[in-house]
């Protein structure tokens, strides 16, 4: 069945760095695009960057916008989320989500699979 494992959260002061991981097993992860979403307590979760599955093209929401990096290494089913500069409304459950990309529509909608998600906790 199809796997998605987080790895990479932690506890960080403000203005730190974070890499978080995500390795996928039982699907062809090529042709997958893949996304990292958050929740923090109290609110809905929220779509945060996602890349495509042909091509690389990336698209993040406005509050993390040069500061989150989101990239796939293809050969090792991997995403990655590079976090710099890091603000304690950051904090949140980070999650990985995949679609199969020829599905197409907007990159935080559509998801069929989900990690189990990963703590990220900034101190200010």
């Known amino acids: 069945q199809v796997q998605l494992v987080e790895s990479g959260g932690g506890l960080v002061q403000a203005g730190g760095s974070l890499r978080l991981s995500c390795a996928a097993s039982?699907?062809?992860?090529?042709?997958?695009?893949m996304a990292w979403f958050r929740q923090a307590p109290g609110k809905e979760r929220e779509f945060v960057a996602a890349i495509a599955w042909s091509g690389g093209r990336t698209y993040c929401v406005d509050s993390v916008k040069g500061r989150f990096t989101i990239s796939r290494d293809n050969a090792k089913s991997t995403v990655y989320l590079q976090m710099n500069s890091l603000k304690p409304e950051d904090t949140a459950v980070y999650y990985c989500?995949?679609?199969?990309?020829?599905?197409?529509?907007?990159?935080?909608?559509?998801?069929?699979?989900w990690g189990q998600g990963t703590q990220v906790t900034v101190s200010s």
């Open positions: 039982g699907l062809s992860f090529s042709r997958y695009t």
């Open positions: 989500a995949a679609r199969l990309g020829v599905r197409g529509g907007p990159f935080h909608q559509g998801y069929e699979y």
